[in-house]
């Protein structure tokens, strides 16, 4: 990925927030015919583990992606958070100098990983019921994995293989318009908050807590 160093995010807080936050992620790795390999699928993040924090999680078994990792174990898991269209209009320099292009505002995180296949039938169910968890827990009434007939649970058990992604690195990248004046951000900021698009509005909101931080 590229990163200016005006946008690279260091701070490992940060950048485990914006994990944390994500939802459906892209698993892309060496794949063969000279192509990649990619994937979505949601992750389990464990920050203490190890230097940078693992990834937890499952691909269908009928997905070839898990065999190709197994050959060679490693991969880049893309955390995509909201984008923006910045049009060169909301920059007030622009009356005075019209030097500006169309732009795109975003955030993104890469983790570059060592990856382990597994298929042991128990850490297959922890991640299931973990992943489950994560995402009924907030709903007035829950799915939970019991709630399946055992003998359902396990045949779906055996359709599945797990991935763990040791995290070796993370690369950060913040891109909210820091390469403009204050006058500049302040507009483009305005425009996006009080536009009706939800990705709009948290990039504004990116922006805010990015000069307030800094």
């Known amino acids: 990925m590229y990163i200016p160093p005006l946008f690279q995010e260091k701070d490992t807080a940060v950048l485990h927030a914006f994990i944390r936050q994500a939802r459906l992620v892209t698993l892309i790795s060496n794949g063969s015919g000279g192509l990649p390999d990619v994937s979505y699928i949601p992750l389990l993040f464990d920050a203490d583990d190890g230097q940078n924090g693992s990834l937890l999680g499952h691909f269908a078994r009928g997905n070839t992606h898990w065999k190709s990792l197994l050959a060679v174990p490693s991969a880049i898991a893309i955390f995509m958070g909201a984008d923006a269209y910045i049009s060169p209009t909301w920059y007030p320099t622009k009356q005075v100098h019209h030097k500006h292009v169309p732009t795109w505002n975003y955030e993104t995180v890469h983790a570059v990983c060592k990856v382990e296949i597994f298929e042991d039938r128990d850490r297959l169910l922890n991640v299931v019921t973990r992943l489950t968890k994560k995402y009924e827990s907030h709903r007035a009434d829950p799915w939970t994995v019991d709630q399946a007939p055992p003998d359902y649970l396990e045949a779906q058990l055996r359709g599945i293989v797990g991935i763990k992604l040791e995290i070796t690195e993370l690369r950060g990248k913040r891109k909210l318009s820091q390469n403009r004046d204050a006058e500049d ?7 996006l908050a009080a536009s009706p698009e939800a ?4 990039i504004a909101a990116s922006m805010l807590g990015l000069e307030m931080k800094g």
């Open 185 to 191: 951000r302040k507009n483009v900021r305005e425009v």
């Open 199 to 202: 990705a709009d509005q948290a």
